[in-house]
């Protein structure tokens, strides 16, 4: 399988902040926002990864990353010329997922809890079809929601339905076989003028593939969007490393985890952050295993 990783949009709810850079750049707590979808995606054991973003943010993304072999991976770098939809990252990725398993994370979206592992090492399991990640959600009508049946399979998705059958709202963490990218290509532009996921996923529930991984209550999932979403990010993940001594959406850690660096490396990489308390912090970790 090998991981895409949209960090484009314009991020017109952010701003100021994203006027002069990019949102998925912005911190939740001690790293930046991208880390926790790369990091998921690597915990995935995925090794190939695109990311791609706008044209004049890609050299920022460059100098963050490089081609991701300090952490024993491969990152590409791609743009997506303007903000055409999520589904056109699937297009763009075409010639790199030659014709393989993908895993498409959005970069503004963040989980963390200890249920999150066993529902993407389930997602991996699956060779066929298509995989969302769902989670019940205050305001559905705010997301794109799926509805599910009594033994939990998916009956129906809509997009910011004014009036929601269900609470699930769908996360941004796609996994897909195969078909994924033909189906992409032959959607038409919505009425916003973008090529939707939820159309995507309408195709594989259509064909009777789409299969639903609904977070456990022990799991969270951070839409960081909006200001205030993203300050609650940083507290909750704040939070949440200082009362279990963790890190989450590290991805240092999650390369040694994962086995892609050794003990040595990870000691390295963390020396380099030193003077931060993150550095400080991945030191910690690193001395205790």
Not at 106 to 131: P, Q, S
Not at 154 to 159: F, G
Not at 249 to 273: K, P
């Amino acid at each position: 399988m090998k991981g895409i990783l949209l960090a484009g949009g314009s991020g017109t709810r952010m701003r100021p902040l994203s006027t002069i850079i990019n949102k998925q750049l912005l911190p939740v707590y001690n790293k930046p926002m991208i880390y926790y979808p790369l990091a998921n995606l690597m915990l995935a054991g995925i090794r190939e990864i695109l990311v791609i973003t706008s044209p004049e943010d890609s050299e920022l993304f460059q100098r963050l990353f490089s081609d991701g072999s300090r952490l024993g991976i491969s990152i590409r770098h791609a743009v997506q010329e303007s903000p055409r939809g999520i589904a056109e990252a699937l297009i763009i990725g075409a010639d790199f997922a030659e014709g393989q398993r993908v895993a498409l994370a959005l970069g503004d979206n963040v989980f963390y809890g200890a249920g999150f592992a066993g529902c993407i090492e389930r997602a991996c399991e699956r060779k066929e079809g298509a995989t969302v990640f769902a989670c019940a959600v205050e305001d559905p009508g705010r997301y794109g929601i799926v509805e599910l049946n009594a033994g939990g399979d998916a009956v129906a998705l809509a997009e910011k339905p004014s009036v929601p059958a269900s609470d699930l709202a769908v996360t941004g963490l796609y996994f897909y076989d195969r078909q994924a990218v033909e189906i992409a290509r032959t959607l038409e532009p919505s009425a916003r003028g973008e090529l939707e996921i939820t159309d995507v996923n309408q195709a594989y529930l259509d064909r009777g593939q789409l299969h639903v991984e609904t977070l456990p209550a022990d799991t969270s999932w951070l839409d960081t969007g909006t200001h205030e979403s993203l300050l609650r990010a940083s507290r909750e993940i704040q939070a949440f490393e200082k009362s279990t001594g963790a890190l989450v959406g590290s991805i240092e850690e999650a390369a040694f985890r994962m086995g892609f660096i050794d003990r040595a490396r990870r000691r390295e990489l963390a020396g380099e952050l030193k003077d931060s308390d993150y550095g400080r912090l991945l030191l910690e970790l690193t001395g205790q295993g």
